[in-house]
C-alpha cells in the first residue's frame, strides 16, 4: 500500500476503475440485486432522514444519490478523482459534497456524522493493519451510538463465480482461486477484465474480528446477495415481478444464518459506537 500521500489504490486496482465502468455496474446483471438488496438493508438499519451519512469508497454515488433524495445529508468520499467527479455532474445531484480521499485518514470531524457506510475500502486495502486504521477513522466520525455498515468481498467469491460462468475451465482462474481460499489476496496477474482486481476477500468471522478490532460494537454480518446471484436464469427470475419479490423475501430470510453468510459475494457487517 501507499503512504498517507498517495493513493491508497495499488496502480492496478486504481486502473480498473479508470474504464468509468463503475457509474453503471449496479445497473445490469445480478449487480442489480446486490443493489436492491443493500438498499434493503441500509433502509432497515440507517436512522431516519435528515441524518448525516458518511460514504466512504462511494464509487460514483450510487448509494448516495439514493439516500440524498430521501432527505439525507450525504456526503461522499472516494479514492478516484474520476468516481467523484461523476457524482459531482450527475444531473439533479442531492449530496452535500464529494471529495477525493482516503479511508484511513478522513477529512472530517470526530463525531461528525450520523451513520457511516464504508463499502470498497475493506476489500481495496489489501493490508489488515490498513483495513484496521479505516474502521477506527470511521468509528472516530461517528457520533455516539452511530451505525456503521462495512461490507466486503466474500473468501469464497471467486469460486462461485467460477462455477456460475465457467471461468474454472481457465487455469489461470484456478490459480486465483487457489490463493482466494489460501490467503483472501485476490490477484488477477493476466489483468482479465472479468477476473476483478487487486483486493482483499474476508471470511465472514474475520470481518467480525476486524470490525470489533476497531473498538466497534459490532452487531451482525449479513449476506447481501446470498445464493440469489448464483442463479443461472437470473434475468428471467428478475425481470419476473412474482419470482423476483420471492427471491427478496428468501434472501431476506437468509440472510443471517452463518451456515451460508459466505455464500454471498458481498457480505455487509452492521456495527455501533458505543454510546
Not at 433524495?69 to 450525504?74: A, I, K, N, R
Not at 474476508?202 to 446477495?225: A, C, F, M, N
Request: proline share 5%; aromatic share 8%.
Amino acid at each position: 500500500m501507499s503512504d498517507s500521500h498517495g493513493s491508497p489504490l495499488p496502480p492496478e486496482a486504481a486502473g480498473h476503475y479508470s474504464s468509468g465502468y463503475e457509474a453503471d455496474r449496479l445497473s445490469a446483471g445480478s449487480a442489480r440485486l446486490e443493489f436492491t438488496r443493500t438498499q434493503n438493508i441500509l433502509g432497515r438499519y440507517l436512522p431516519s432522514p435528515p441524518a448525516a451519512i458518511l460514504d466512504i469508497g462511494s464509487g460514483p454515488g450510487a448509494y448516495g444519490h439514493w439516500l440524498a433524495d430521501q432527505g439525507y445529508e450525504v456526503h461522499l468520499v472516494d479514492a478516484i478523482p474520476l468516481h467523484v467527479e461523476q457524482a459531482k455532474n450527475r444531473e439533479g445531484s442531492r449530496i452535500a459534497s464529494a471529495t477525493v480521499g482516503d479511508a484511513r485518514h478522513l477529512q472530517r470531524e470526530d463525531e461528525s456524522v450520523d451513520a457511516a457506510l464504508l463499502m470498497g475500502p475493506l476489500y481495496h486495502l489489501t493490508e489488515r493493519s490498513d483495513r484496521i486504521r479505516s474502521l477506527k477513522e470511521a468509528a472516530r466520525v461517528l457520533k455516539r451510538g452511530a451505525m456503521l455498515c462495512a461490507v466486503a468481498i466474500s473468501r469464497f467469491a471467486s469460486s462461485m463465480d467460477g462455477l456460475r460462468k465457467g471461468f474454472l475451465d481457465d487455469p489461470s482462474f484456478q490459480r486465483i482461486v487457489e490463493q482466494d481460499l489460501r490467503d483472501g489476496q485476490h490477484r488477477n496477474p493476466g489483468d482479465h477484465p472479468f477476473y476483478f482486481t487487486t483486493a482483499f476477500f474476508h471470511r465472514p468471522d474475520e470481518l467480525k474480528t476486524e470490525v470489533q478490532e476497531s473498538g466497534l460494537r459490532y452487531e451482525v454480518t449479513l449476506g447481501i446477495e446470498g445464493p440469489g446471484w448464483l442463479l443461472q436464469n437470473f434475468d428471467h427470475h428478475w425481470q419476473d415481478v412474482a419470482r423476483r419479490g420471492r427471491l427478496l423475501d428468501l434472501l431476506r430470510r437468509l440472510e443471517a444464518e452463518p451456515s451460508l453468510v459466505g455464500v454471498s459475494a458481498h457480505i455487509m457487517a452492521i456495527a455501533r459506537k458505543a454510546e
